[in-house]
């Protein structure tokens, strides 16, 4: 089958910096990918490469089996960033309502389905309140409904967890892992190694390339390390 | 109090404005640069105010002098005063003259000027002066010059008069004196009733819609990038064109609103008098509010934050007040300023404005301003969506 994400030497230099250096990733359908790696590793980089915000420097990108950067495409792609990126002055339902009509390509996101999403992500009884008056948390929350409302086929997740409280990171993690039964491919980024152990395939970053990739019980075991951060570790000292 | 803390505050104050160099570089050089501008415009030169002069005074044969003709004398005084740069025209000429602007008033001496001057029951003479009018300040002060110089030529004239006038009909030199030439003041456009506000209203409107809606746009444009909306929204199948057009639909609705406030706000509660159609002034202002969101969404790409908006004031709002005909008319301008005038979308629109309230002028006569304001606005909302393109690099 065709993967769903596919790059290719794909590299993106910034002056002399190589933020990505030669990166070949395959995401199947229905995946959840961990991209795992320090700050600086190039993991952001990355996810604007494969949503098309950057534009290879070379090699390159395909998404659904269309080089990015392509518009249209995007209306099967959720994005989520690390800040909640919202509308301070609007309500919770007006972001969501704004953003349905930002994604969708065909008929409009209806009143049910917001109604839903906000559901989902606990916030039913918030609809209306302004999002200057959530909780940081809340926004989170509100940022990957926005993500979802438009029922994406994949998500590219940049660390949608930091600063979210370990329940609330149960829950988002429980919603991915529906979503990819649902056939949703997901790619998510992170640095805290335990919720790696949730995705099937994992790749190790490091400036800009790829340490190791495969399932979190293969890289352990490839390491001969008990935990995913020795195996981290491992791959490190090895590739110097 | 602790004098260190206090000391490590200041310090930290300094270091911070400091390392922001557009700041020490606004501080710093902006006001040399209004103080430059402002004495440039305040010393100006007065310029030399063209007048039409019809001369149709015989004058009146004296014994022992020969003609002696008055209307000749004061415009010879007129052209002594240095104020104004006479152009002898015809009759029939005045109102085409005055239109086009080569003349912004014109000076009328009937046939018996002088004869009325000299030998009427109470040596009085008319002149008719006929002004522009949508300028009450000038026409106040070419009104005041005519005067004036009417007055010198007098002090003059009744030297000679009074020796060869005395033996005909021995009336004393003091009562001669005095004003004995009346000026008739009549007006193209606008008129005795128009007063300064009804001058400076038209620009004041356009300015106050113009700044305001810039400012509302560059906010509303740097919060989208700030608070990281506008990548979210780079990230779906949104165009950067409809992005622009999306904002030009929103704001320009805010600045409608805005403008048929001000409008009516103006005629209604300040009653300042206005020719012209109504439409064609929302028209404008509009327009021109439109050029207001481009240049703003052009702007906040270059601020990082509010305070670099406020910046913008000194920078892309002064100059525009200063330079765009608001107080002072571009064809007085010195000449190294002119270009600069020339590139504010407001002096288009001022023109504009003046033109349908003073001059009662209509979409014929004003349409190659509104050609240029659509044309700013239409460059500027193209540079601005070119800057969101800038983001994804």
Redesign the interface.
């Known amino acids: 089958m065709e993967p769903v994400i596919r790059t290719q030497a794909l590299q993106k230099h910034f002056g002399p910096i190589r933020a990505v250096d030669g990166l070949d990733v395959t995401v199947q359908a229905g995946e959840i990918y961990g991209l795992l790696g320090p700050n600086g590793s190039g993991k952001t980089t990355l996810i604007r490469l494969l ?5 290879a420097t070379s090699g390159w990108v395909t998404v659904l089996g269309q080089p990015m ?1 392509n ?5 099967r ?1 959720g ?1 989520m ?1 690390q ?6 002055d609007l309500s919770a339902q007006e972001n969501l309502g704004f ?1 349905g009509a ?2 969708s ?1 065909g008929q409009p996101i209806g009143r049910e389905r917001v109604a839903q999403v906000l559901e989902l992500v606990g916030l039913t009884d918030r609809a209306n309140s302004l999002v200057r008056t959530l909780s940081g948390g809340m926004k989170q929350r509100l940022s990957l409904a ?1 993500t979802l409302v438009h029922r994406p086929q994949v998500l590219l997740l940049d660390e949608p967890t930091v600063g979210v409280d370990p329940q609330l990171r149960v829950a988002f993690w429980a919603h991915f892992r529906s979503l990819a039964a649902e056939g949703v491919t997901i790619v998510v980024s992170s640095h805290v190694m335990d919720e790696a152990e949730r995705c099937d395939q994992l790749g190790f970053m490091r400036q800009g390339r790829l340490l190791a990739e495969g399932s979190a019980a293969a890289l352990r075991s490839g390491a001969g390390a008990a935990t995913l951060e020795e195996a981290f570790l491992h791959y490190a000292s090895r590739e110097e | 109090m602790n004098r260190k803390r206090v000391v490590a505050l200041a310090r930290r104050v300094v270091r911070q404005i400091a390392h922001d160099r557009r700041t020490v570089a606004l501080v710093i050089v902006a006001p040399m640069l209004m103080l430059a501008l402002g004495a440039i415009l305040f010393r100006a030169e007065a310029a030399v105010i063209p007048l039409g002069v019809v001369n149709q005074d015989i004058g009146m044969k004296l014994p022992g002098i020969g003609n002696l003709a008055a209307g000749q004398r004061i415009i010879d005084e007129l052209a002594a005063s240095g104020a104004f740069d006479l152009i002898p025209l015809r009759l029939e000429e005045i109102d085409e003259r005055l239109r086009d602007g080569s003349a912004q008033g014109v000076v009328t001496f009937p046939a018996d000027f002088t004869v009325q001057l000299l030998s009427s029951p109470g040596h009085r003479a008319f002149l008719d002066l006929r002004l522009e009018g949508s300028n009450p300040g000038r026409s106040q002060l070419i009104a005041a010059r005519i005067t004036e110089g009417a007055v010198k030529a007098m002090v003059g004239l009744n030297r000679v008069g009074a020796t060869a006038s005395q033996p005909t009909d021995g009336q004393s030199e003091s009562q001669a004196v005095g004003l004995p030439v009346t000026v008739n003041t009549t007006y193209l456009y606008a008129g005795s009733s128009f007063d300064l506000m009804d001058y400076i209203a038209p620009v004041y409107i356009a300015f106050l819609s113009f700044f305001f809606v810039f400012l509302l746009t560059c906010v509303a444009f740097l919060r989208e990038r700030s ?3 506008m ?9 950067r064109l409809e992005i622009i057009l999306g904002y030009l639909g929103g704001l320009g609705i805010v600045a409608l609103i805005q403008v048929a406030v001000i409008l009516l706000f103006t005629i209604w509660v300040i009653k300042i008098h206005y020719l012209g159609s109504l439409a064609l002034l929302f028209l404008v202002v509009a327009l021109l509010a439109l050029v207001g969101v481009g240049l703003g969404i052009l702007a906040s790409t270059f601020a990082r934050n509010e305070f670099q908006v406020i910046q913008f004031i000194p920078i892309i709002i002064i100059p525009q007040a200063l330079l765009s005909g608001m107080v002072w008319p571009l064809e007085e301008l010195p000449g190294y300023l002119r270009p600069l005038a020339y590139l504010m979308p407001l002096s288009y629109a001022n023109r504009a404005l003046r033109d349908i309230m003073l001059r009662g002028l209509n979409l014929t006569a004003i349409w190659p301003n509104l050609l240029i304001l659509a044309t700013f606005a239409i460059v500027f909302v193209a540079l601005g969506a070119l800057t969101v393109r800038r ?3």
């Open positions: 949503i098309g915000l950057l534009r950067p518009k249209p495409i995007l209306a792609v994005y960033t800040a909640s990126a919202l509308y301070d953003f930002m994604c390509a926005c | 608070q990281g909306t990548e979210r929204l780079l990230a779906t199948p949104v165009t983001e994804v690099a």
